[in-house]
């Protein structure tokens, strides 16, 4: 059981939404980017579509009027950015070529530039965002980190901690974004669940930063099918943790996925599946929430019963009291 204790007026960031973001991952692609499609992905209750890729300039432009006509934002999942920018003489040029060919655009959420970097790309990752905020304060320069039980390996750094730590300080991300897909097909779940939202939580509020939090909806690899209440679940915990923004993997369905009877939002076609109506409500639950959770910050996170690793228990001071947590 969680409780959340409290929250408290948020500081103004340097980027800020103008509504409370839920997105996905792995949009419709170039050869579905149709009108209806969009208007599908508006209806859902989602506020912008995040990376998607293969789309070219044109197709990303095509995009963005059709998502201006629904009344939904997109980023765009450009080939010209890249952590390995800052190694050009002229990349700030390059930047501005993108920053041109987008910018502009009302239906713009943002620009992607990087999935689960190493250490090692904190730092040039750090200069593209930062010349994306100079070159185009209005729209999200978007980087996405690895979960807990990412190896050593993968992270570059001894611990989480270390990564979260790193990241903030070299790369100065505008928003913290993570992936942690906790439901495993052998029916058990990731320990680790709630120490990553704790830790994730922890690096928001120490560097006044918006923390967001990528969660399953795609049985793929050794993860399972969602359920309902597992959606909510997944939800509902993040908001609780502070989170400030949400995004699912996956909306869209790849052929591949959908000859094994992994389905996500919709299948290979857009046709909506089993889980599309029941994120059209919990987006919409999101999006009326938003409007106050996005002018606040987490004040305290406490669990009752069994305390999951890395968390906090409900204290016998607290003003809310579960009964047989009592002595």
Known sequence: ?????????????????????????????????????????????????????????????????????????????DGRISWELPAGDDWRKTVAEVVADYAAHPALFGYYLQDEPNYR??????????????QDPKHLPYLNLFPTYASVEQLGTPTYWDHLDCFMRLAKPAVLSYDHYCLKKDG???????????????????????????????????????????????????????????LYFTYWTAPDWEAQNEVAFVDSQGTPGRLYPLVHQLNGEMRTLGKTLLRLHSTGVFHTGEVPRGCTGLGGDAIVQVPQDLP
């Open 188 to 246: 058990t779940d990731r320990p680790d669940y709630f120490e990553n939202l704790a830790l994730i939580r922890r690096a928001g509020l120490q560097y006044d930063t918006p923390p967001w939090n990528i969660i399953l909806s795609l049985p793929h690899l050794g993860y399972r099918d969602p359920t309902a209440a597992e959606m909510r679940w997944q939800v509902y915990t993040s908001l609780a943790y502070g989170m400030k923004g949400l």
């Open 1 to 77: 059981v969680l409780v959340l204790i409290g929250l408290a007026a948020a500081p103004a960031s340097a980027w800020e939404p103008d509504e409370y973001p839920i997105g996905f991952w792995y949009g419709p692609p170039p050869e579905a980017n149709t009108l209806e499609t969009w208007r599908v992905a508006k209806e859902a209750n989602f506020t912008f579509c995040g990376p998607s890729g293969g789309y070219s300039v044109e197709d990303h432009r095509k995009m963005l009027d059709f998502c201006q006509q629904v009344g939904i934002k997109a980023m765009v999942t």
């Open 121 to 134: 790309l904190f730092a040039p990752l750090g200069e593209v965002s930062a010349e994306f905020l100079k």
